[in-house]
């Protein structure tokens, strides 16, 4: 197995708060990896991290045998490497297609090329319905899908998900994790942070448990599940 | 050619036989200010309204592309720079553009806004003080190149279309799409692959390089400037704000629109009420953000949106 992304040792501190602290594991290519952990545990921050959005304070992180700290998240977007925001951030006033249109001119030049890829990419994630819609006027639902749509249209090989599955009513997490296996069978390596765990313990192959930033568990999703100190960490210790 | 499109034209048909209809140099002396103002509610559309980066100080390039053809005409140059050097004001215009921006587009928020702000008046300052260059505060005097205004009003034409077509290109194109990603989410453009450093800088280049252009023109035009004309703050970079927000920033006739009813008031309060046109102005740009916020062009095709999308709520009823 090939490790496409590498993090060594990674810490990031804000001031004296350590949001992050001696990180140290590696996607595999073709592997769909759950990150879970508590609220606060520093799951967005690793993302932000491996994305270039902020410098890690110590340690480093690689992709493909290539450093990447330090680089700026357009350089590191095209490099192979897309994510989506936990917090969606559509381009309001810009049409769906549009807002897909200019994640797909990463690839190319060319106006039409770019509108192929892009009606590509809104047919993928099922999405087509929406295309003319302001982005600003979608539903959320749709917000957190166009986030995926866009992340495609970079045609990624390693694609980060944060929490794409909140706030998705039951209809929408079902067809969402077809689209996140899809995605998968396209052949993109996947990193996931998700909290439903009937979400994550399905689709990852394997998990990550973190918790005040360190890393607390590692292992299949049913290892994972039964860690006693995931479990602490989920629900608290019992009084003696 | 569709119908369309030739009925689209005939409009530009109009605007260009104005000059045989009147020779009259009042009414073409206002067609061209009207022109010149269009090119400079454009220039800073592009940057403010499309890309998202305000500049209160636009008179920057405005007064350096001025200066750079008064100060090549006074160096001897024969004054038919009424072509060639609008290009020349244009790229040095472009020049302190790129220096600004290079330094200022790795941060974000106001600092661009301000830092422009202060760059006009350096430059006006140094405009006054370095007088073997500039002529200080006298300003430049020379006799235009052309008596009759009908060049003007072509030369005025020819700068304000190639602004139209170039940004309409550029709009269409990749650096557009950038340029509306990066005023919706920087942060978002950055994780789309767009190096957002850049693209600002590209947008402000075009921008300097036609507020420059439209600079020299007007020394050509006048045939005087000092530094408190070019390098005004409330005559030129607020104007040029004012022209774009009334009008309808980020859309396509947005700043013609600003730029006609701009001419016009001014007029009228210069002839019939004497000064005040300012306040004027002040009180209509209140009135415009808050009822009209996306400006008059703006307002309309929100209108236009609504009645489609009512009209196609009741088909389907």
């Given at each position: 197995?090939?490790?496409?992304i590498?993090l060594?040792?990674?810490?990031?501190?804000?001031?004296?708060?350590?949001?992050?602290?001696?990180?140290?594991?590696?996607?595999?290519?073709?592997?769909?990896?759950?990150?879970?952990?508590?609220?606060?545990?520093?799951?967005?921050?690793?993302?932000?991290?491996?994305?270039?959005?902020?410098?890690?304070?110590?340690?480093?992180?690689?992709?493909?045998?290539?450093?990447?700290?330090?680089?700026?998240?357009?350089?590191?977007c095209?490099?192979?490497?897309?994510?989506?925001?936990?917090?969606?951030?559509?381009?309001?006033?810009?049409?769906?297609?549009?807002?897909?249109?200019?994640?797909?001119?990463?690839?190319?030049?060319?106006?039409?090329?770019?509108?192929?890829?892009?009606?590509?990419?809104?047919?993928?994630?099922?999405?087509?319905?929406?295309?003319?819609?302001?982005?600003?006027?979608?539903?959320?639902?749709?917000?957190?899908?166009?986030?995926?749509?866009?992340?495609?249209?970079?045609?990624?090989?390693?694609?980060?998900?944060?929490?794409?599955?909140?706030?998705?009513?039951?209809?929408?997490?079902?067809?969402?994790?077809?689209?996140?296996?899809?995605?998968?069978?396209?052949?993109?390596?996947?990193?996931?942070?998700?909290?439903?765990?009937?979400?994550?313990?399905?689709?990852s192959?394997?998990?990550?448990?973190?918790?005040?930033?360190?890393?607390?568990?590692?292992?299949?999703?049913?290892?994972?599940?039964?860690?006693?100190?995931?479990?602490?960490?989920?629900?608290?210790?019992?009084?003696? | 050619?569709?119908?369309?499109?030739?009925?689209?034209?005939?409009?530009?048909?109009?605007?260009?036989?104005?000059?045989?209809?009147?020779?009259?140099?009042?009414?073409?002396?206002?067609?061209?200010?009207?022109?010149?103002?269009?090119?400079?509610?454009?220039?800073?559309?592009?940057?403010?309204?499309?890309?998202?980066?305000?500049?209160?100080?636009?008179?920057?390039?405005?007064?350096?592309?001025?200066?750079?053809?008064?100060?090549?005409?006074?160096?001897?140059?024969?004054?038919?720079?009424?072509?060639?050097?609008?290009?020349?004001?244009g790229?040095?215009?472009?020049?302190?553009?790129?220096?600004?921006?290079?330094?200022?587009?790795?941060?974000?928020?106001?600092?661009?806004?301000?830092?422009?702000?202060?760059?006009?008046?350096?430059?006006?300052?140094v405009?006054?003080?370095?007088?073997?260059?500039?002529?200080?505060a006298?300003?430049?005097?020379?006799?235009?190149?052309?008596?009759?205004?009908?060049?003007?009003?072509?030369?005025?034409?020819?700068?304000?279309?190639?602004?139209?077509?170039?940004?309409?290109?550029?709009?269409?194109?990749?650096?557009?799409?950038?340029?509306?990603?990066?005023?919706?989410?920087?942060d978002?453009?950055?994780?789309?692959?767009?190096?957002?450093?850049?693209?600002?800088?590209?947008?402000?280049?075009i921008?300097?390089?036609?507020?420059?252009?439209?600079?020299?023109?007007?020394?050509?035009?006048?045939?005087?400037?000092?530094?408190?004309?070019?390098?005004?703050?409330?005559?030129?970079?607020?104007?040029?704000i004012?022209?774009?927000?009334?009008?309808g920033?980020?859309?396509?006739?947005?700043?013609?629109?600003?730029?006609?009813?701009?001419?016009?008031?001014?007029?009228?309060?210069?002839v019939?009420?004497?000064?005040?046109?300012?306040?004027?102005?002040?009180v209509?740009?209140?009135?415009?953000?808050?009822?009209?916020?996306?400006?008059?062009?703006g307002?309309?095709?929100?209108?236009?949106?609504?009645?489609?999308?009512?009209?196609?709520?009741?088909?389907?009823?």
């Amino acid at each position: 197995m090939t490790a496409l992304i590498t993090l060594n040792d990674v810490t990031k501190r804000f001031g004296g708060l350590q949001a992050v602290g001696h990180m140290t594991f590696s996607l595999n290519k073709g592997e769909i990896l759950g990150l879970i952990g508590p609220n606060g545990a520093g799951k967005t921050t690793i993302f932000n991290l491996i994305n270039g959005y902020y410098p890690p304070t110590g340690g480093t992180i690689f992709f493909k045998g290539d450093r990447i700290d330090g680089l700026k998240p357009h350089k590191v977007c095209r490099l192979g490497l897309a994510r989506t925001f936990q917090v969606v951030k559509p381009l309001a006033r810009l049409s769906v297609l549009d807002n897909v249109m200019v994640s797909a001119f990463s690839r190319t030049n060319h106006r039409h090329e770019a509108e192929k890829t892009a009606l590509e990419a809104t047919a993928f994630t099922e999405m087509d319905a929406w295309r003319d819609v302001k982005a600003g006027s979608l539903p959320l639902g749709m917000r957190k899908r166009l986030e995926m749509a866009r992340a495609l249209a970079t045609k990624p090989e390693v694609l980060l998900l944060d929490e794409n599955f909140a706030g998705l009513n039951p209809t929408e997490v079902v067809s969402t994790i077809e689209i996140v296996k899809k995605i998968h069978g396209s052949g993109v390596t996947i990193l996931i942070i998700e909290h439903i765990m009937r979400v994550i313990m399905s689709i990852s192959h394997r998990i990550i448990c973190i918790n005040y930033g360190e890393k607390i568990a590692e292992g299949t999703p049913r290892e994972v599940a039964d860690n006693q100190q995931v479990i602490d960490a989920y629900l608290g210790v019992a009084d003696a | 050619m569709t119908k369309k499109n030739l009925l689209a034209l005939l409009p530009v048909a109009l605007v260009l036989l104005i000059p045989v209809a009147t020779q009259s140099p009042y009414l073409l002396h206002m067609f061209i200010l009207s022109l010149l103002w269009i090119t400079l509610g454009q220039s800073w559309n592009l940057l403010g309204g499309y890309t998202g980066q305000i500049s209160y100080g636009h008179a920057a390039f405005f007064g350096v592309g001025a200066y750079t053809t008064a100060i090549m005409v006074k160096s001897g140059q024969p004054p038919a720079t009424a072509w060639w050097g609008l290009l020349l004001g244009g790229l040095s215009a472009a020049v302190v553009g790129a220096l600004i921006g290079w330094i200022c587009f790795r941060l974000r928020g106001s600092y661009f806004a301000l830092s422009v702000l202060a760059l006009s008046e350096v430059l006006r300052l140094v405009a006054v003080n370095w007088r073997q260059l500039t002529n200080g505060a006298e300003g430049i005097l020379f006799i235009p190149a052309f008596t009759s205004k009908t060049y003007y009003y072509y030369i005025a034409f020819a700068l304000a279309a190639i602004n139209y077509g170039v940004i309409r290109w550029v709009m269409r194109s990749k650096p557009g799409y950038y340029f509306l990603a990066i005023r919706e989410d920087q942060d978002c453009a950055e994780s789309l692959g767009i190096d957002t450093t850049r693209y600002k800088l590209y947008s402000l280049l075009i921008s300097s390089f036609f507020t420059g252009a439209a600079g020299a023109f007007y020394m050509n035009y006048m045939g005087f400037i000092d530094p408190g004309i070019v390098f005004s703050i409330p005559d030129i970079s607020i104007m040029m704000i004012l022209v774009t927000m009334l009008g309808g920033a980020a859309t396509k006739w947005g700043p013609t629109v600003g730029a006609v009813i701009f001419i016009l008031v001014s007029e009228i309060f210069r002839v019939w009420v004497g000064s005040g046109h300012l306040l004027f102005f002040g009180v209509l740009i209140v009135a415009i953000i808050i009822y009209f916020p996306s400006g008059i062009v703006g307002a309309i095709l929100d209108w236009r949106a609504r009645r489609r999308r009512l009209s196609a709520a009741g088909s389907e009823a």
